[in-house]
Structures are given as C-alpha cells and as structure tokens.
C-alpha cells in the first residue's frame, strides 16, 4: 500500500518537474568558482536495446566523427564561459564505440578544466585489451560495464547475446579485466518481466564471483515510449516482484558490498562512490542531455544535426530549461542525498542560507511515520525500509526523465 502511495505521489511530481520552457530563458545559469561533473553524452550504438530509453542512435561512422567534434566545441564554448569541472562522465549509447575520438574529446576535457576522475561506460564487447590501454592511457579511473544479466536467455531476448556473447564469456572478461582501472562498476537490471528467484540467484552468483568493485542495480524502468518494445521482446511487466527482488538482491551482497546509494554497491573497504550523488551539480554536454546548475535544469536538443549544426554556429545548443525555487532545489537535494544514504541538516543551512530543513517539514515528516527515514546527531539517514522506498522514488525520477525524453524526441 505504502509502496503504491510513494509511486503515484513521485509519478506525479516527477513529471509536473519535468515541464521545461522552450528557447526564450534557456540560457546557461551564471558562473561561479566551483568544481562541478562535466557530464558528457555519447549516444551511438552498434544496435538498440528493446528496452532502453536513453538517448541513443544506431551508430554512423561520418555522423559520430562530426558529433565528437561539435561535442570538443562545446566544451570550449564551456570553459571560454568561465566554468570549471573536477570530474567528468562519459555515458551513453556507447561512448567507447571510437575510441580515437573519444580520446581526443577527453584530452581536449583534461586541457581545459581541473579535471581529477574520468568514469567512462561501455559494453562488454569493448572489455578487451586494446581498449583497455586507451582508457588507462587517457586517465581513466572508473570503468562502468552494462551487463544487465548474465542469463543467455534474457540476453537472447534482448538482443544482446550476439553482440557481446554469453553470461559466462561476460564475467569472464570483466575478471579478466579487473584490477586495472580504480573502480570497475557493472550495470544490472532487475525485474526483467520473466525473471525468477532462481534466475536472480544465479545472476548473484556469477556476479559476486567476479569480484567487481562496484555494482549498480537498477530497477527495469518502463517509459510510455519503450512499454511495447520491452513487453514485445520481454513479456509483460509489473512491480510486483520488484520488492522482493530488491530485498534479495541486498540481502546477496551485503556480506561483500555496502550500500553507496539505494541501488549502488560498493566494495566493503574500498572508497568508490557514486556519481549523481557526490555531485551536487553537473553540467550536461551533448545531444540531449540534461544538466543542473544553480537551481536551473536544461536540455540540450536531442536532433544530432541540429546539434552539430548549432555549435559550428559557435553556439551552445540548448532547448529548454526551467528554474526551480528554493523550496523545489530543496525537495530535489531531499531526493539526491538520501538516495545516497543520508542528508545532514549542516549541508542544508550552508545551502539554503541558514532555511532549508523548513521547506522539507512533510516530507521528513512522512518519511520518518513510514520508517524510512531516521534522524542521529544533526543528520536524516536511509533506514534499510527507506532504501526500497528511494528505490521506487529514482525509479519514477529517471521514468520522468524519460517520458520527457521521449517527448522531445517526438517533436
Ligand atoms: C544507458 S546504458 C549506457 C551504457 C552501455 N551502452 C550499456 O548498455 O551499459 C547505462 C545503463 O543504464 C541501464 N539502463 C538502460 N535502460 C534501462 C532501463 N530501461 N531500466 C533500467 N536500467 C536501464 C543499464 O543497466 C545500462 O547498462
Ligand atoms: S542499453 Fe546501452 S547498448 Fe543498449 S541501447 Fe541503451 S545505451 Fe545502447
């Protein structure tokens, strides 16, 4: 009951947050002397996954030649505004699908910010090791694999079996593999419409003897506009075994991971974290991407022509943004930090001028009558029944985003 309740409310909110202004107002937000994520967006792939609803187009030689090089003006356009990045993030589609272009968009990145980690995405097919050469040579300290899991089944039925081979040949790569990068992260899902018990048991097994730093497991996120695809290749979908399936999940790791946020596991005595959550702002570059800077979010156009078209103008390609209030940039630090285990009341006075705890009254409120939220020496913390709840919460979040995607692409 509960779990419904926190569904439809975040359903609701999440997509009133997610209604931008078009052109007029969507300007960058000015600039001050802080060390932000320079999210960078890559959005070409071999081929598309039914499921997936993020950004990203099957992979054109010419076209993915010309999108690095309208992405290294934009980063220009960035610093020539006066910002600064210590940490940047490559994601995708596929940001390894060209390799020297990727590396001369991050050293182009290394020259012009005080950059100190790079974390890149990839899929298993690029886990060999020429790739691996490049990525350490261009500094890279986070390596993110999407495998989503490691059942030939599943991987059959979503198309990624012949792309990047068996379950067994996956973990066998990312062993081979481990060690040479500070965090080696990989990507799952979770309640695939006909996943099992059994079937997240045998996923847990392979996955905890490959020893990986980091784990992100995601809850299968259904958009309006990938609902079809994925019931077509997949099956039907519901969150019925959602909870269940989590709560075996973090029951699986927890002798070896702990909880860096909601849905990330990180290695017990290591110090990866998660991204998202470490920084409170990020700039997103890109066709399509979003960023969020001084209570402003905006969007990049998701048309990859008119991108690249926009910035040989010498202009930054942007198609919406929103301003959010006080009270609103509250309720999403409310979201972020929590989901990332806690919040403290002392990060909330720094940023809202001594206020902050005042805008969030009932939803501290509600959490804590729930359970989920606990409170201890000037800091609210995730309670192990508040972490399903953050689970359902980011799930609605990213599905926002997506349907927001979605309708921008559509346009
Ligand atoms: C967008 S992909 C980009 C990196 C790479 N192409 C890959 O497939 O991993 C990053 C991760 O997002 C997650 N993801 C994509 N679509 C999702 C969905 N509909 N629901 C849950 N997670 C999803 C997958 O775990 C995936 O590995
Ligand atoms: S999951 Fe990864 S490989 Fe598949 S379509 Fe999405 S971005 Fe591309």
Redesign the pocket.
């Known amino acids: 009951m509960i779990d419904r309740i926190i569904t439809e409310v975040a359903k609701r909110e999440f997509s009133r947050a997610m209604r931008f202004e078009e052109g007029v107002g969507a300007s960058l937000p000015r600039e001050e002397d802080r060390g932000r994520l320079l999210y960078l967006h890559i959005p070409f ?1 071999e081929s598309l996954c039914p ?4 950004n990203r187009v099957v992979f054109d030689n010419h076209l993915c030649r010309g999108y690095h090089a309208a992405l290294r003006k934009e980063i220009q356009l960035y610093r020539d505004y006066g910002y600064d990045f210590t940490g940047v993030y490559v ?4 940001p390894t699908i060209l390799m020297d272009e990727l590396e001369k968009t991050l050293s182009l990145a290394a020259d012009c910010f005080s950059i100190r980690e790079i974390s890149v ?1 990839t ?1 298993p097919n690029h886990l060999t090791p020429e790739h691996v050469d490049i990525l350490k040579r261009i500094g890279v300290n986070r390596l993110s694999v ?1 495998v ?1 899991s490691f059942d030939d089944g599943l991987l059959k039925a979503m198309g990624r079996y012949e792309k990047y081979g068996s379950g067994a040949s996956i973990a066998e790569r990312i062993v081979d593999i481990s060690g040479q990068f500070d965090t080696l992260n990989a ?3 979770f309640n695939f419409p006909t996943q099992t018990e059994e079937n997240l048991n045998s996923d847990l097994d392979l996955l905890i003897n490959t020893a990986v730093d980091q784990v992100t497991y ?1 809850p ?3 958009s309006d506009s ?1 609902r079809r695809k994925v019931e077509g290749a997949l099956g039907s979908f519901d969150f019925r075994k959602e909870r269940n399936f989590y709560q075996l999940i973090s029951g699986r790791l927890a002798p070896y991971y702990r909880f860096s946020s909601a849905w990330c596991f990180s290695r017990k005595g290591s110090m990866v974290d998660e991204y998202i959550v470490d920084y409170d702002e990020y700039a997103g570059l890109g066709s399509g991407s979003i960023g969020y800077m001084h209570g402003r979010c905006y969007a990049n156009t998701f048309d990859i022509p008119r991108y690249i078209e926009t910035l040989n103008k010498g202009e930054i390609p942007l198609m919406a943004s929103r301003d959010f209030t006080p009270p609103q940039q509250a309720r999403y630090d409310f979201l972020m930090k929590l989901f990332g285990m806690e919040l403290s009341i002392a990060f909330l006075r720094g940023k809202y001028n001594g206020r902050g705890i005042g805008y969030l009254w009932s939803e501290i409120f509600a959490f804590m009558l729930v359970g989920g939220v606990r409170y201890k020496r000037g800091t609210f913390y995730l309670t192990d029944r508040g972490r399903y709840y953050w689970v359902i919460m980011m799930r609605e979040f990213f599905t926002a985003v997506n349907n927001f995607r979605d309708f921008c692409l559509d346009r």
């Open positions: 792939c499921y997936c609803s993020f994601g995708g589609g596929t995405e899929n999407g989503q990507d799952m899902i995601y299968l996120m259904v990938t």
